[in-house]
């Protein structure tokens, strides 16, 4: 099997640091790229810079993409993630320097360069939407794009969209039909999983300081009661074992609806299910087909203690 190298957009945001640190130590991570989202830009770029930082990877480049989204206008998740994207922790300027170029230039470049590197967005796609805008052949170029977005069933930012879809979604339109094979891990695999506060205080008791801060992160969401939405996407990427289940459909993206604009509108039809009590996710009653339109292959199901595991085992050896 290909080994793949990643580069990752990402806004981080509380969850998007969780999986940062555990593509850092799993996956040969090429490059990051900051979007504006969970928080503008200026603190998105910098806090992927600091955990670089603090987890010991600061030889890997940190790019600034855009801040605003195409034509919508700007909605943060601050009430999440804090005004500065990582709860009540105030961090220090990190001393790894901000690369000069734009980050959708060095999304251009790398993947009309390369033939070994893959695509992790934990996001608004605003930068990958632009970079295939200015350059379109990155459609044929990108070999795959693993996106926490959306969702098969609801939304959380309105009850049909999903934040990353409902920040931009002119840009997801534009990579959702570009023909980059997708893996999309939506809300409904990330809201299976639960990180407790007897989780926020294993991580405190593992006594390095990446497990501190992680845990500091963790106790301002919620009381600990966490998803860590794209913690959990990466994890395809990290143990594909910890998506139990998948289906390739079509997925559009609702730019236009009064009421759903930004949802990923799923196509099931080619999924019957005799049993009225069964859902898709759960059993695959007669199935009509791939259907020739299918562009997306959607998360359904997660092993939810093998995705805990992964992420002690890796926040523990943050102290070896
Ligand atoms: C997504 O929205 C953001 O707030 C998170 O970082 C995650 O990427 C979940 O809907
Ligand atoms: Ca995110």
Known sequence: MKEWNYVIDCDPGIDDCFALLMCL???PVAGVVAVGGNTGLQYTERNARYILELAGYEDI??????DMPMINQIVRATEIHGSGGLGNTVVPEPKKQLEKQHGVDYLIDTFMN?????????????NIAQAILKEPE???????????????VSGNTTPAAEFNI?????????????????R???????????????DVDRIRAMGNPVADFAAELLSFMGNGYVALCDACAVAWAVDPAIITKSAKIPVKIETKGEFTRGMTVCDWRNYQCQNPEMDIAHDQQRFLGEPEDANVEVALEFDKDRFHRTLFEILESYGN
């Not at 480049?61 to 855009?66: D, E, I, K, N, R």
């Open 25 to 27: 130590k799993r996956l």
């Open 61 to 66: 480049p940190v790019y600034a993409g855009y």
């Open 114 to 126: 390369r033939d070994d590197v893959s695509l992790i967005t934990l996001g608004p796609l605003t």
């Open 138 to 152: 990155l459609k044929k170029r990108i070999p795959q794009i693993l996106c926490m977005g959306g969702s098969a």
């Open 166 to 182: 409902y920040v931009d979604p002119e840009a997801a339109k534009i990579v959702f039909e570009s023909g980059i094979p997708i």
């Open 184 to 198: 999309m891990v939506g809300l409904n695999v990330t809201r299976q999983n639960r990180i407790v506060p007897e």
